[in-house]
C-alpha cells in the first residue's frame, strides 16, 4: 500500500531558518504558538530532527528541552513528541507504559499489535540508546502469563510478512485453532500464540475465514469465548490489525474521546504515529464506523492550541467528501461480506426458572404486597427471574388462586420507574411493544425513536401479534394510530413496517446486484423517489438479502449506505432507515448503542432503558452486552449501576434492571 498519510515532506525546506522560526517564536516573554505548531505539523518526522540538529548548531540549545521549558500541558506533551524520531516516541511510550505506576497494558497492547517488523526492532534499539536498558527484560519484568508470552513473541519482530500464503497450511492452521480452543475442554493457549503470532497477515485473513467455516463463529467470538483479561484484549488487538490496521486505530480513537474525559495519551500517540502512515485510511475507517467524521470528533472533544494542532495532524473533513478511498472502500466491502458470512448465537440474559411453581410465586408475591409495606425484594426476586411465559403463567395462577388482578396489584403496591419496569415485564411481549408504541404516540410529542427501534427490530411475528394486541387494549388499529399522528416518508415508512411482511430466506445475490445498481441510482434521483426507492427495498428485503445489496452497494457506487443515508436524507426519514442498515449490520451493536444514548450525558431516558431491557432479556441481552463492553469500554452492568443512582433512592430500580442485565462482563 502507498503514501497514506497526511504529513509529508515540506517543499524547499531549509532546517536553519526554520530552527530560528522556532528560536523567535520562544525569545523574550511568552511564546508565538501558532508559529510552532504550523511549523512542526507541516514538516515530517524526518525534517523536524535536522531541524533539531540545526537548533542546537546555530544556538547551541537542545529544542526540545526549549519546547518543554516554552509549552504546557497537553500541547506541550503534543509538540514534543511530534520532535522526537517515530522509534524513539514508540520507545518512550513502552518505557512510561511499563515504568510508570503501575502497567499501562492498553498501551503495551496497541503498540505491540499494530507495529511491522522494521518498526518494532527500531523501537527496540531505541529503547536500548535512550535507557540503556533491554526492552524485553523490562516486559518480562513487568507482565506475567500468556500476555507476556504473546508480547514477547511480537517484540522479536519476526512475523512472516512475505505476503504469500500456503493452502494446505492455512487449513491445518485454522483446525488447530479450532482443536485448541472450540473443540477441547480448556484452551490450548500456545497453539494461538504460535499461529497468531507468527504467520503472515495474507495467510492469517485466510486462515481465519478458513476457521469461520469450521467453528461457524468468527476468531474474535472464539477469542472472547476461550480467552480472558489482557491476554484476551491483546489476541483481539492482533486480530483486529491482521484485519484492518487502520479500522483497529479507528476504534481506538473512538475510545479515547467518547464519554466524559479523553484519553489524551492515547489520541496523541495515534494521530502522531500514524500522520505519515495511514491516517486517510484511519479517517475513512472512523466515519465508517462512527456517522461522523475523525475531524469533527476532534473539533469537538478537545480545545485551543492543542486542537489545532491535532486538526492539523488530521488534515481534513470527511464529512465534506461522498466517496470512499480505495482502501477504505476495501474495507467496508469486507465489512458487509464478514456480516453476512458471521454466524452469531443469540444469547438471553434471562432463562426460564428450574422447579418453577406458579401456585408457590403466586402466593409469595401475594404475601409481598399484603398489609403494611411492599417487600420489593421479594417482587423483584420473582419477576426478574422467572421467563415471560412463566409469568404469564403466575398471572392466571394469582387470579384463580386468590381471585385478584396480579397487575392492578403491583400498580398499587409499586411507583416510578421501578412500577414500569415490573409491569413491563409481566406483560406478554406483544402487550408490552403495544403499550410502548401507544406511550410513543400518545401526549405531548410523538417518541419518533421508539416508533423506530420498536418496528425496525421485531420480527413479522412479533409485530402482527403487536398489532393485534394494540387493537384489543385500545380498540384502534396502530395503523390509524400512526397516520393520525406521523406524515408524509416517515408515516410511509412506518406503515411499510408495521405490516410485518419482511421476505424472510436467504441473499439472492443476482437479485441483490440489482437492487444495489438500484439504489446506487436513486441517488441521483429526486428527493421523493431516492426515498421511495429506498423504502421498497429496505423496508421489504430479509435482513441476509439486505447484508448483500449494502455490499454490493460499495463495489457498485464506491460509497457508504450510512453515509449516504446521512448526507441525502434528513430527520425522521434518514434516523428510520439509518436505524434498518444498523440493524442489518449488527443488530445487538444497534442496541449497545441505544441503550449507551438513553444513559449518557444528564438525566437517563428510561423510558428507552426499560423498553430494551425488558424486550431483549429473553432474546440477544447477553450479545448486547458484550457489545456495549467492545464499543464503550465499560460493562453494561456497571454504566447501569452508575447510570441509575440518582433519581433512584431506594435502589430497587436498579437492582431489578441489574438482574435482567444477568451479570458484570
Same mark, same amino acid.
Given at each position: ?40 505539523? %507541516? ?40 520532535? @522526537? ?29 499494530? &507495529? ?7 523501537? $527496540?534499539?531505541?529503547? /536500548? ?40 497450511? $492455512? ?56 480467552? %480472558? ?24 480513537? *473512538?475510545?479515547?474521546? /467518547? ?9 496523541? &500517540? ?16 472512523? &466515519? ?26 488530521? +488534515? ?38 428450574? @422447579? ?47 381471585? &385478584? ?50 418496528? $425496525? ?16 387494549? *385500545?380498540? /384502534? ?10 406524515? +408524509? ?59 448483500? $445489496? ?5 463495489? *457498485? ?16 426519514v434518514k434516523n428510520a432507515f439509518f436505524a434498518i442498515v444498523r440493524s442489518v449490520k449488527n443488530q445487538p451493536s444497534y442496541f449497545a448503542d441505544r441503550l449507551y444514548k438513553a444513559m449518557k450525558g444528564l438525566g437517563t431516558d428510561d423510558r428507552a432503558l426499560i423498553r430494551i431491557m425488558v424486550s431483549r432479556s429473553e432474546a440477544d441481552l447477553f450479545n448486547i452486552r458484550k457489545e456495549f463492553k467492545e464499543t464503550h469500554d465499560v460493562s453494561l452492568h456497571e454504566f447501569i449501576k452508575v447510570e441509575t443512582m440518582i433519581g433512584d433512592t431506594s435502589g430497587d430500580y436498579r437492582k431489578t434492571l441489574l438482574l435482567l442485565c444477568g451479570g458484570e462482563d
Amino acid at each position: 500500500m502507498g503514501f497514506r498519510g497526511t504529513i509529508t515532506d515540506a517543499p524547499d525546506f531549509d532546517s536553519t531558518a526554520d530552527a530560528e522560526t522556532l528560536y523567535n517564536a520562544m525569545k523574550g516573554f511568552g511564546s508565538d504558538k501558532d508559529a510552532i505548531l504550523d511549523l512542526v505539523t %507541516s514538516r515530517s518526522n524526518r525534517q523536524r530532527q535536522e531541524v533539531v540538529a540545526a537548533y542546537k548548531c546555530s544556538f547551541g540549545q537542545d529544542l526540545i528541552e526549549d519546547l518543554k521549558y516554552e509549552l504546557t500541558g497537553k500541547f506541550e506533551r503534543l509538540i514534543v513528541s511530534l520532535m @522526537r524520531p517515530s522509534a524513539y516516541h514508540d520507545a518512550k511510550e513502552i518505557y512510561d507504559a511499563v515504568k510508570g505506576v503501575g502497567t499501562s497494558e492498553r498501551c503495551l497492547i496497541e503498540v505491540m499489535a499494530s &507495529r511491522n517488523n522494521r518498526q518494532m526492532n527500531e523501537m $527496540v534499539a531505541a529503547y /536500548k540508546d535512550a535507557y540503556g536498558r533491554d526492552m524485553e527484560e523490562d516486559i518480562i519484568a513487568d507482565t506475567s502469563g500468556h500476555f507476556k508470552k504473546m508480547l514477547v513473541v511480537l517484540l522479536q519482530g519476526t512475523r512472516d510478512e512475505s505476503g504469500v500464503a500456503d493452502a494446505d497450511l $492455512v487449513q491445518q492452521d485454522a483446525q488447530d485453532l479450532y482443536a485448541a480452543g472450540e473443540e477441547q475442554w480448556g484452551t490450548d493457549e500456545a497453539k494461538f500464540i504460535m499461529i497468531l503470532g507468527n504467520r503472515s497477515v495474507t495467510h492469517l485473513c485466510m486462515v481465519f475465514d478458513a476457521f469461520e467455516m469450521i467453528a461457524e463463529m468468527s476468531i474474535e467470538d472464539s477469542i472472547k469465548r476461550e480467552l %480472558s483479561g489482557d491476554f484476551e484484549r491483546l489476541m483481539l488487538a492482533v486480530v483486529q490489525c491482521i484485519r484492518s490496521v487502520p479500522m483497529f486505530f479507528a476504534k481506538r480513537l *473512538y475510545k479515547a474521546m /467518547k464519554g466524559l474525559g479523553t484519553a489524551d495519551n492515547t489520541l496523541i &500517540r495515534i494521530m502522531i504515529s500514524r500522520s505519515e502512515i495511514d491516517i486517510l485510511d484511519i479517517r475513512e475507517c472512523f &466515519r465508517l464506523l462512527y456517522e461522523k467524521s475523525l475531524y469533527n470528533m476532534i473539533t469537538d472533544d478537545t480545545s485551543g492550541d492543542y486542537k489545532r494542532t491535532l486538526l492539523n495532524l488530521c +488534515g481534513g473533513d470527511d464529512d465534506l467528501a461522498g466517496e470512499f478511498f480505495p482502501e477504505a472502500a476495501q474495507i467496508a466491502y469486507k465489512m458487509w461480506e464478514t456480516s453476512a458470512m458471521t454466524k452469531v448465537q443469540l444469547r438471553p440474559t434471562v432463562r426460564p426458572a428450574s @422447579r418453577f411453581d406458579p401456585a408457590a410465586d403466586a402466593q409469595a408475591l401475594r404475601k409481598a404486597m399484603k398489609g403494611f409495606g411492599t417487600d420489593e425484594d421479594a417482587i423483584i426476586d420473582i419477576v426478574a427471574q422467572r421467563s415471560n411465559a412463566q409469568r404469564q403463567e403466575i398471572r392466571q395462577t394469582f387470579k384463580s388462586l386468590l381471585g &385478584r388482578d396480579l397487575m392492578k396489584d403491583l400498580k398499587s403496591e409499586l411507583s416510578k420507574n421501578l412500577e414500569r419496569l415490573i409491569i413491563g415485564l409481566m406483560l406478554t411481549p406483544a402487550e408490552f411493544d403495544a403499550k410502548m408504541m401507544r406511550k410513543a404516540i400518545e401526549g405531548a410529542g410523538t417518541d419518533e425513536h421508539a416508533l423506530i427501534e420498536i418496528l $425496525v427490530t421485531r420480527s413479522n411475528e412479533d409485530i402482527l401479534a403487536m398489532n393485534a394486541a394494540y387493537q384489543d387494549a *385500545y380498540k /384502534k388499529s396502530l395503523e390509524e394510530a400512526i397516520h393520525s399522528d406521523t406524515s +408524509g416518508h416517515f408515516c410511509r415508512i412506518l406503515v411499510s413496517l408495521l405490516q410485518g411482511a419482511r421476505e424472510d430466506g436467504p441473499a439472492d445475490e443476482e437479485r441483490a446486484i440489482v437492487d444495489s445498481q438500484e439504489l446506487a441510482d436513486a441517488c441521483n434521483a429526486e428527493s421523493d423517489d431516492m426515498v421511495m426507492k429506498f423504502m421498497s427495498i429496505l423496508c421489504t428485503r430479509s435482513f441476509p438479502h439486505l447484508r448483500k $445489496v449494502f455490499q454490493e452497494f460499495v463495489r *457498485y457506487s464506491n460509497k457508504d449506505i450510512e453515509q449516504i443515508i446521512k448526507k441525502e436524507m434528513s430527520g425522521d426519514v434518514k434516523n428510520a432507515f439509518f436505524a434498518i442498515v444498523r440493524s442489518v449490520k449488527n443488530q445487538p451493536s444497534y442496541f449497545a448503542d441505544r441503550l449507551y444514548k438513553a444513559m449518557k450525558g444528564l438525566g437517563t431516558d428510561d423510558r428507552a432503558l426499560i423498553r430494551i431491557m425488558v424486550s431483549r432479556s429473553e432474546a440477544d441481552l447477553f450479545n448486547i452486552r458484550k457489545e456495549f463492553k467492545e464499543t464503550h469500554d465499560v460493562s453494561l452492568h456497571e454504566f447501569i449501576k452508575v447510570e441509575t443512582m440518582i433519581g433512584d433512592t431506594s435502589g430497587d430500580y436498579r437492582k431489578t434492571l441489574l438482574l435482567l442485565c444477568g451479570g458484570e462482563d
